[in-house]
């Protein structure tokens, strides 16, 4: 280490990322199925301790994949936690790792031939790669057979950063991602340049180009340095195989006719070879990043604000306490003049109902109409002040019942159970008034209640019982977590009005909902309350509900006894 600034990093607050990358050093002493399963630990442990990124895979996967069930999107994004488990132990093994090694599984190399007749033009090559969990590894195995040039992106934690640049300086010819000259250089120099370009990195240098048909800001990079250096442009893709079977590296024919008129047209063509590899392996591809961040002028960001940069973000505001404030919606919010605590308090707009007057003080919702380049937004905004719940947390002033809304809208998306998206959330204390308000987006030109799409003469049978099972497993997943919803009704379920994608459902009325004793016991109080106010739907539609509550507890006998229960005695069809 005689070469490592290992001086700059030995300050408490890098003792973690230390010991981190001391078990990744002695994973590479693993015989490979060991690694393997070491790594499907690691991404599961990744799963559960890493909501933010599980909620961004989540978006990602239902814009590309609509038309899965929620269920299956949801094991694909399980999947795919565990296979960038899996990369990070290779991602170790590809930096310290000797090969050839006998313990590693077969590396199949397809075209490498197409990459010696590019090479043979003497105008250097650009290996198009995408973020596959396996892109380090398979950089690995293909030098090997040829030298590659690669770039050298900055990354957050400056010790890891370190380390990666001293790994891959080893074996790499690294550049700068901004250092165009020197990428310039060695294409005229015959280098074959290793570069993944399907990130988003901001609108400048960027343009819109569908990505399942999804506009997402793609750099231009590639066609600009093709033009000016008449290079070949190869794709090359690393995938893990299944059952240990090892890796397929495909080195694809260079693209003809490339750079093509306009820079749109170049990522449109690169897009699509990118979307046929990930629908063959979709678990190995980087969902965990914000591929659509960087919207057209006019529309909103699919992500969840994280909290860190929320609380960084809202410290100026004397007074007011904010719990969220959704920074993919702030260029909407400024352009409607609501950028403050107050902003939202003095808009003088009639209640949608009567307020509630109860618990000491009130709380009602107001409709607003947002305007955004041309489209128009609509919104709930919950006002509320002294309407308090107490617990033994906060047994003299309480909390307002909005912030538990908010926390439990929080808490469901978290783990993949649908409900109101939260733009604003802000609680403050004014001449000793405790104020709050919530502002969610309005669901109602959109979806409709299950009551009424079961009313609805005009809607199909098929949907109606699509929508009855998935009430009935989404209850059955809240019950999972030991939470009770506390007023489960079919008007608190909402359902979207059209199905030419795919079925949307979204559970409102969060206030009342609670972590429960146990699963029985919030089974047994949901049911309840849902078949009691169901009259209105026929016994084979009840059933239908029961088999998606049932199906998701397939080994839990007294769960499915217990929803028999509920429906004989409550319900009264």
């Not at 920074?327 to 308090?345: G, H, I, M, P």
Request: a positive charge; charged letters at 25%.
């Amino acid at each position: 280490m005689s070469d490592f600034p290992w001086q700059k990093f030995l300050a408490p607050r890098f003792w973690p990322s230390w010991i981190g990358l001391a078990l990744l050093r002695v994973s590479i002493y693993l015989p490979y199925p060991l690694l393997m399963r070491a790594g499907q630990s690691i991404g599961l442990l990744l799963f559960y301790f890493m909501p933010y990124r599980r909620r961004i895979a989540l978006h990602n996967i239902r814009l590309c994949f609509p038309h899965l069930s929620d269920e299956k999107q949801f094991q694909l994004v399980k999947e795919n936690f565990v296979s960038i488990g899996q990369s990070l132990l290779e991602t170790a093994f590809s930096w310290w790792g000797k090969l050839p090694d006998n313990q590693w599984p077969t590396v199949r190399i397809e075209g490498l031939q197409h990459l010696k007749n590019a090479l043979a033009a003497q105008k250097g090559v650009i290996l198009l790669s995408a973020h596959f969990s396996c892109l380090e590894i398979g950089a690995r195995f293909l030098l090997q057979k040829q030298p590659l040039v690669a770039f050298a992106q900055e990354v957050r934690n400056p010790l890891f950063h370190a380390v990666m640049l001293r790994a891959r300086s080893r074996k790499l010819d690294l550049l700068l991602r901004d250092d165009v000259r020197g990428m310039i250089r060695a294409l005229r120099n015959n280098a074959v340049i290793w570069y993944a370009m399907d990130q988003d990195y901001g609108q400048k240098g960027s343009v819109f180009s569908p990505f399942f048909n999804i506009d997402a800001a793609t750099l231009c990079s590639t066609s600009r340095l093709a033009r000016a250096t008449d290079c070949r442009v190869m794709p090359f893709y690393t995938h893990r195989l299944k059952n240990g079977q090892g890796y397929r590296i495909a080195l694809l024919p260079s693209l003809k006719n490339f750079p093509a008129d306009s820079c749109l047209q170049d990522n449109t063509r690169i897009h699509q070879l990118i979307e046929k590899q990930i629908n063959q392996y979709p678990e190995q591809y980087l969902w965990l990043h914000r591929r659509f961040k960087t919207r057209p002028a006019g529309k909103v960001s699919p992500y969840p604000a994280k909290q860190r940069r929320i609380r960084r973000y809202h410290q100026a505001e004397a007074g007011v306490r904010y719990n969220f404030y959704n920074r993919s919606v702030l260029d909407l919010l400024k352009a409607n003049q609501l950028q403050s605590f107050e902003d939202f308090w003095s808009l003088h707009l009639p209640w949608v109902e009567a307020p509630n007057k109860r618990r000491g003080g009130y709380s009602g919702v107001v409709r607003h109409e947002l305007q955004y380049a041309q489209n128009r937004i609509h919104v709930f905004i919950k006002r509320q002040e002294n309407h308090n719940t107490f617990s033994l947390r906060h047994p003299w002033r309480g909390i307002p019942t909005f912030e538990r809304e908010y926390r439990n809208i929080a808490y469901l998306q978290a783990r993949a159970i649908p409900a109101i998206d939260c733009l604003y959330y802000a609680q403050r204390l004014q001449n000793n008034n405790l104020q709050a308000i919530l502002v969610t987006f309005s669901i109602e030109d959109s979806h409709r209640t299950l009551k009424e799409m079961i009313l609805d003469e005009d809607t199909s049978a098929e949907h109606k019982d699509r929508a009855l099972y998935a009430s009935g497993y989404y209850m059955a997943r809240l019950h999972s977590f030991h939470i009770k919803h506390g007023c489960f009704f079919p008007t608190h379920i909402f359902v979207n009005k059209t199905f030419h994608e795919r079925l949307d459902i979204r559970l409102i009325d969060l206030e009342r909902m609670k972590r429960w004793q146990t699963i029985r016991s919030a089974s047994r109080n949901d049911l309840r309350q849902f078949f009691r106010r169901a009259e209105m739907f026929s016994s084979l539609q009840i059933d239908r509900f029961i088999e998606g509550y049932s199906d998701f507890f397939p080994d839990k006998k007294a769960l499915h006894r217990i929803a028999r229960e509920q429906k004989e005695r409550y319900w009264q069809g």
